[in-house]
T-cell receptor
Framework: QKEVEQNSGPLSVPEGAIASLNCTYSDRVSQSFFWYRQYSGKSPELIMSIYSNGDKEDGRFTAQLNKASQYVSLLIRDSQPSDSATYLC?????????FGKGNQVVVIP | NAGVTQTPKFQVLKTGQSMTLQCAQDMNHNSMYWYRQDPGMGLRLIYYSASEGTTDKGEVPNGYNVSRLNKREFSLRLESAAPSQTSVYFCAIIKREYEQYFGPGTRLTVT
């Protein structure tokens, strides 16, 4: 089993809709969880961090963490064309971040 | 890019050539990292340095060496480049609470 899995294929959402991304992880002792956004040809950019169970909201982004089920999710509300990017889930443990392969989001105007 | 600079931005090498990728931070953070990113493979850790003078292997260290001579700089060296090392290389630092910030990247092609 991979450390961090993002299984969904490319996600197309209409402008103004909610985009939902999911991520599961294998290491039960992980305590720190992150979502990165990466535009084509650019470096990953940290958009959300979450450390305890529940929801964390920042603008149009909401991260959700469930440690018992070992999953992290990201909701993007009121999706905009500028949200079109690849979103990477990352989990910190053993002095390093483990990344998922990412999910591409395409917001259709 | 959060105070992390990388040089060069682009590089083309022939098989067997050597080169060093440079990374520097303008803050005082201890931990620095080197990743490579390939299509379909995601970000993979090559080496990291938890503090000045220390380095540790990541997932894919073969074919690379690193040097952390001071707190500010962390370099990645390819001694004999191979086509399999064609990739985008990112340097990163950790700030508070394990939040990692990336440099702009180096796009390397080995022919």
């Amino acid at each position: 089993q991979k450390e961090v899995e993002q299984n969904s294929g490319p996600l197309s959402v209409p402008e103004g809709a909610i985009a939902s991304l999911n991520c599961t992880y294998s290491d039960r002792v992980s305590q720190s969880f992150f979502w990165y956004r990466q535009y084509s040809g650019k470096s990953p950019e940290l958009i959300m961090s979450i450390y305890s169970n529940g929801d964390k909201e920042d603008g149009r982004f909401t991260a959700q963490l469930n440690k018992a089920s070992q999953y992290v999710s990201l909701l993007i509300r009121d999706s905009q064309p500028s949200d079109s990017a690849t979103y990477l889930c990352a989990v910190y443990g053993n002095n390093r971040l483990a990344f998922g392969k990412g999910n591409q989001v395409v917001v259709i105007p | 890019n959060a105070g992390v600079t990388q040089t060069p931005k682009f590089q083309v090498l022939k098989t067997g050539q050597s080169m060093t990728l440079q990374c520097a931070q303008d803050m005082n953070h201890n931990s620095m990292y080197w990743y490579r990113q390939d299509p379909g493979m995601g970000l993979r850790l090559i080496y990291y340095s938890a503090s000045e003078g220390t380095t540790d292997k990541g997932e894919v260290p073969n074919g690379y060496n690193v040097s952390r001579l001071n707190k500010r700089e962390f370099s990645l060296r390819l001694e004999s480049a191979a086509p399999s090392q064609t990739s985008v290389y990112f340097c990163a630092i950790i700030k508070r609470e394990y939040e990692q910030y990336f440099g702009p990247g180096t796009r390397l092609t080995v022919t």
